[in-house]
Structures are given as C-alpha cells and as structure tokens.
C-alpha cells in the first residue's frame, strides 16, 4: 500500500490541484460563516455559527465540509452520548455490511489518538456506494472514542439513519483539546443547496 507524504510530489500535485478546484469555495464558505464558536484539536477545526458551520483536518485542509443556512445543527454531548452516537454508527454500518440496510451511499472515517489520515495510521475508514464493492481500512476501535469521526451519508428513499437524525449530508465528532466541561462537539451538515462537503473516497494511496 502506497502512503502519500508531504515530501511526496504527487501528494504535493494532488493537494495543490484540489486547491485550485475547490479553494474559492472554502474561502466562500468560511468568510460567510465568520468567526463564531471554534472547537479544534491536533486533528480537525470546526467553526460554527448562526450563518452555517465547517470542519477542516489541521493536516489536510482541503478535507472540507461546509453549510450555509439552517441546514447546520450542532451541540456539546457528554460521552455518554457520543458513545451512543457512535455505537448507532456502528450498527448502521454492520448493517450495510450485512446487506439488512440499503443506502445509496456512506463514507465514513475516524481518527483516533495519535493517529492521522494522511498516514493512515490510528484510524478506521468505511466506503460503500450502490452497486460497488465496499472499501474498508484499518480497525474502529469500540473502547476509544476518536479525535475526530466524520461519515457522509445518503439514505435515498431508505429510513436507514432515522436514529441519527440524519438521511442525507455530514454528520461529525470532535473532541476540542479543551474539555474541562467534559463535553464534545456533535454537528450535523444536512444536504441543501448551501452545502459543500468536498472530500473524496478515502482511498490509502491517495489524498482525499
């Protein structure tokens, strides 16, 4: 398995093409969702506001999603209601796995302590999309909860997120470095025409 590095100059061309395609509408984005609350850790930003929300990865910018508009909900959760978020991924998936659960398509990856994924270490990746073979890298880790989790979900006519609260667009986790509250960043970026989530599949040998 190939394993992109900043040194790289393919990883280099890959970024500075994705750049050149999507840079205008990140910088759109973030300029009209200002300042508002900022929650960040060594693996990913999130800022949201009243006007919309974003996450970006601290390493690889270019992995975005963006909304503007009503379509951006988020909260503080305590861990217990993470780790019922996540085990609510879980089964989602496993489902997906198991051919119980049809959607169009979901992505998902977490990230955990100490992990990255650039490198793909300390990390687990998920891909399925309708009539393709699903993708799958490294090992989701039931007794840790990540830094940061995101999955991009597509349930087409299928109920399969009822309990997420979530049938079409982006649902992220992030652990802030400052929890003296004991509590994370929950957010969801519903599908609308306001909406850019501009990462890619996952794929090891290459950049989101």
Known sequence: M???????????????????RHGLTIAYIKKRVGEGAEYANDIARAVVSPQGGYYQLAEMPEEFSGALGAGVSHRLVADAEAWETLHQVQTLVTAIQQGTQAVRSVSLYAVYAGGSLRTRRRMFVFDQRAGEEPFAHGVWQPEALPRFF???????????????????????????????????????????????????????????
């Open 2 to 20: 190939q394993i992109a590095h900043e040194d790289d100059p393919e990883y280099a061309a890959l970024r500075a093409s994705h750049q050149d």
């Open 150 to 208: 995101k999955m991009r979900l597509d349930c087409g006519d299928a109920p399969g997120a009822a309990a997420l609260g979530l049938t079409q667009g982006v649902l992220f986790f992030l652990t802030p470095h400052n929890r003296d509250d004991g509590r994370s960043l929950l957010a969801t970026l519903a599908r609308t025409a306001g909406t850019q989530d501009l990462s890619g599949r996952p794929a090891p040998a290459r950049l989101n």
